[in-house]
C-alpha cells in the first residue's frame, strides 16, 4: 500500500488536537468506550470507499485488519463525522505519533513554568534566545512544527 505522508500528517493533527484540548480542560481520559452500532460501523466503512484513509489499503482483502478511528480522540464522540476507517497499522502509527506530539508538548510546557523565576521584570527579564528560522506566516510555523514532530518521531520509532 502507498503511505500517503500527508492525509496521515491532517490524521495525526485533528488527533493532537482533540488530545490537546483534552490536556488543557484537564480531562485525564476519553471516557466510556462506546461502540458504533453495526449499522453506523458499515455507514464508515462505505463513506471511506471501502479502504484505509491513509493508506488507501483495501477493506475486502481483510476486514479484521481494520478499526474504526475516532478523529478527535474521543472514544466516546461516535458522530459518524468523527469516525473514519483506518487498517490496523496507520491507526497504530496515528495513535503513536499524536501522543508523542502531546509529550513534547507537556514537556515544554514544564520547562516554561520551571524558567519562569519569581518576581521578573521587565528591566532584568534575560535576552531572547534568536530562532533559528522565522517563520513567514502561520502556515509556514505549522508546517515547520509538523516536519519537526515528525522528525522526532521518526528518530524515536525508527520505523522509516
Keep these: 500500500m502507498v503511505f500517503n505522508e500527508r492525509r496521515f500528517q491532517i490524521r495525526v ?8 484540548k483534552r490536556y488543557k480542560e484537564g480531562i485525564k481520559n476519553t471516557g466510556k468506550r462506546i461502540n458504533p452500532s453495526s449499522a453506523q460501523g458499515q455507514m464508515v466503512v462505505d463513506n471511506c470507499q ?11 482483502k481483510d476486514p479484521g485488519d481494520f478499526e ?9 464522540n461516535t ?41 521578573h521584570t521587565q528591566e532584568n527579564k534575560p535576552p531572547k534566545k534568536p530562532s533559528k528560522k522565522r517563520p ?11 516536519q519537526d514532530a515528525m522528525n522526532e518521531w521518526k528518530k524515536r520509532t525508527k520505523i522509516f
Design 13 to 20: 493533527s485533528k488527533l493532537y488536537q482533540g488530545m490537546l
Design 50 to 60: 471501502r479502504r484505509c484513509t491513509i493508506c488507501l489499503k483495501p477493506y475486502d
Design 136 to 146: 513567514t506566516s502561520v502556515l509556514d510555523e505549522w508546517n515547520s512544527q509538523q
Design 68 to 76: 474504526i478511528h475516532h478523529l478527535d480522540g474521543d472514544r466516546s
Design 79 to 119: 458522530i459518524t463525522d468523527n469516525l473514519e476507517l483506518l487498517c490496523h497499522s496507520c491507526h497504530k502509527k496515528a495513535g503513536v505519533h499524536a501522543r508523542a506530539k502531546l509529550k513534547d508538548y507537556k514537556q515544554k510546557q514544564g520547562k516554561a513554568e520551571q524558567s519562569k523565576p519569581v518576581g
